[in-house]
């Protein structure tokens, strides 16, 4: 918690040093210009007060509102670095250059800040109600050697970091469903951070699940919020609307019929781990080789050896929630996961990528066999809640014999 408080001392900092404190103007109105910026750096000291920063007992208005000035304040930071930048790279040239003091017109840095303060509060609340948009759905091609031709076409949609919650509710989530049965799935994928909230507040923000269809059904694994919001009540509960979570285990999903000519490898198998904080909670860690041991029927919980399955199935896909999986190396076709929120504005990708193992947003081949997907996500987190160039998404893989 420390670290979002300090963060948003130094937003706050930086915005009155560089937007305020250099501007020809009254001090009374530096005064008023900085203690607007301090009020919109205060989202997680009111969350802090009022009941946490996952579960806020506040109205969506309220945190709408909240996240929206702190996304313009980190707007504004982010333009001021590149407008001192610029005047720091003028100033440097101008020496090396020896231009006399006679030739050198200053910045209007009034305008020039209040262009700033402007597009940042524009672009902070239009990044911050975009959460509300269904997401468009984007479609990409799976192409695999050797695909079982009973797998061909074979439709998988992912959906990912819904955040169902304090702002996101379940008018939003029964907007999502629609669209993926739009998309006649074969398979929905969801990987973590279904919630922010309790299962007694939020229960039935959660029954459109029950309306997804897809034909081999909905599987699932635990993302981080899960855990910090009760997550064995929550997948009891997510279960019995019909999502099958697999913990460290694999299912495999047959397309064999009278005509298959290798019935065995007419089929998928998928491997699901749970997020890697749940170790925190006394909960498993993630294991790729432990989910390939642990073959779930599709409704029960037999465990058998799933070697010879992995071996046979044309197609491995594993769901884990986090991008940093693929440091165990997994054997796999495709790894679906989310968690990053695709960096949620353009500038801090890269940041969010360091902590990501370099990975951050779409798709990135592993290694020769393997591609890597890091969804954008379907919601987003409403204590980080602004999307500036970078889209929601639900998202649709289709399977096709590599040319």
């Known amino acids: 918690m420390w670290v979002l408080f300090v963060s948003a001392l130094i937003f706050v900092v930086y915005a009155i040093a560089s937007l305020v404190v250099p501007v020809h103007m009254k001090m009374r109105t530096k005064i008023i210009c900085a203690l607007i910026i301090f009020l919109f750096g205060l989202k997680y000291f009111v969350y802090s007060q009022t009941g946490g920063v996952l579960e ?126 739009a998309e006649n799935p074969d398979l929905v994928v969801i990987t973590g951070d279904f919630v922010d909230g309790s299962v007694a507040n939020l229960k039935d923000e959660f029954l459109p699940l029950k309306d997804i269809k897809a034909k081999d059904g909905v599987l699932a694994v635990t993302g981080n919020h899960e855990y910090y919001s009760g997550v064995n009540s929550w997948v009891r509960t997510w279960e019995q609307m019909g999502v099958q979570f697999l913990k460290n285990e694999s299912v495999l999903i047959s397309r064999a019929n009278a005509e298959s000519k290798d019935p065995d490898r007419a089929a998928i198998l998928v491997s699901g781990v749970p997020d890697h904080h749940g170790a925190a909670f006394g909960e498993e860690d993630p294991d790729f080789e432990l989910a390939l041991r642990q073959l779930r029927a599709r409704f029960g919980h037999n465990e058998v050896p799933a070697v010879s399955a992995a071996a046979s199935a044309s197609f491995r896909l594993l769901m884990a929630h986090e991008p940093p999986i693929v440091t165990q190396n997994p054997e796999a076709d495709l790894i679906l996961t989310g968690h990053t929120h695709g960096g949620t504005m353009f500038f801090l990708q890269p940041l969010i990528a360091h902590f990501n193992a370099g990975y951050v947003s779409g798709m990135y081949q592993v290694n020769p066999r393997t591609k890597l997907y890091v969804s954008n996500g379907t919601g987003i987190w409403s204590g980080f809640s602004c999307r500036v160039l970078v889209p929601s998404e639900i998202t649709t893989f289709v399977l096709e014999v590599a040319k």
């Open 56 to 181: 806020p007992r506040l109205s969506p208005t309220n945190i709408v509102i909240l996240e929206a000035t702190y996304s313009a304040l980190m707007l504004a930071v982010f333009l001021a670095i590149i407008k001192d930048l610029l005047l720091l790279g003028r100033t440097i040239y101008r020496a090396v250059r020896k231009v006399p003091s006679e030739q050198r017109r200053p910045w209007p840095l009034a305008r020039i800040n209040a262009v700033i303060a402007i597009v940042a509060l524009t672009t902070g609340v239009w990044g911050t109600l975009y959460q509300y948009k269904i997401p468009a759905v984007y479609t990409y091609p799976v192409a695999v050697e050797d695909l079982a031709p009973e797998l061909e076409g074979y439709k998988i949609v992912q959906i990912t970091d819904l955040h169902i919650g304090p702002i996101l509710k379940r008018d939003f989530l029964q907007g999502v469903v629609e669209r993926v049965n």
